[in-house]
């Protein structure tokens, strides 16, 4: 199983809809994030979390909003998709506690189609 | 932010070739990785060197954070090796720490 779990792996929807992406962890990291990627521009951070009362505000998270549940549960929110936020969404997990390095790691991503 | 620049962005090798990708940062870092995304749309960790030079297999790394550069080579490239690889790095000051930047990645075509 994958350290760093994303679901729905795929999910085609309408304008104005709400969607919700979930991400799940088992490496026991505190910090996590979402990125998006669009073709040619590599990856954008949208949100990200140090840890279960921290939320922080990436590059590009207007239209977005997150929620870290837990520990390990982090999900992205689209409140009313528009087409342009058809994308690859990514989430990571790092940590910069005990021997842990910072180094990131991604689940594998979630893509998002929106009509 | 920082500002992260990869070179060339696009790349075509035959089968056994080697390569060198490049990528240039604009600040200080605390932590830099290299990742591949394979044609399925997976990133996977290649390395994680803020410093100094690293090798694993056919791939090498060397980090210059004096000099505000890194250096991914291919070795006797494969086709398997074709996909996008992506430099990326976090800072050691104020709103960069622990987030990483992105360069918008070299796209490699290994063909046989």
């Known amino acids: 199983d994958a350290d760093v779990t994303q679901t729905p792996r795929n999910r085609i929807t309408k304008t104005g809809k709400r969607i919700m992406l979930e991400c799940s962890q088992t490496k026991g990291h505190d910090r996590m994030y979402w990125y998006r990627q669009d073709p040619g521009l590599g990856l954008r951070l949208i949100y990200y979390?140090?840890?279960?009362?921290?939320?922080n505000k990436g590059e590009i998270s207007d239209g977005y909003s997150v929620s870290r549940q837990a520990q390990a549960k982090f999900s992205l929110s689209l409140e009313s998709a528009i087409p342009n936020q058809t994308a690859l969404y990514f989430c990571a997990t790092s940590d910069l506690q005990g021997s842990n390095t910072g180094e990131l790691f991604f689940g594998e991503g979630s893509r998002l189609t929106v009509l | 932010g920082i500002q992260v620049e990869q070179s060339p962005p696009d790349l075509i090798l035959q089968e056994g070739a080697n390569s060198t990708l490049r990528c240039n940062f604009s600040?200080?870092?605390?932590?830099l990785q290299w990742f591949h995304q394979n044609p399925w749309g997976q990133l996977i960790n290649l390395f994680y060197?803020?410093?100094g030079t690293k090798q694993n297999g056919r791939l090498s790394a060397t980090t210059v954070a004096t000099e505000r550069y890194s250096l991914l080579y291919i070795s006797s490239s494969q086709t398997t090796d074709s996909g996008v690889y992506f430099c990326a790095v976090s800072g050691n000051r104020g709103s960069t720490l622990g987030r990483l930047y992105f360069g918008r990645g070299t796209q490699l075509t290994v063909w046989p």
């Open positions: 600040d200080s870092v605390n932590n």
């Open positions: 979390s140090f840890d279960v009362k921290d939320i």
């Open positions: 060197i803020p410093s």
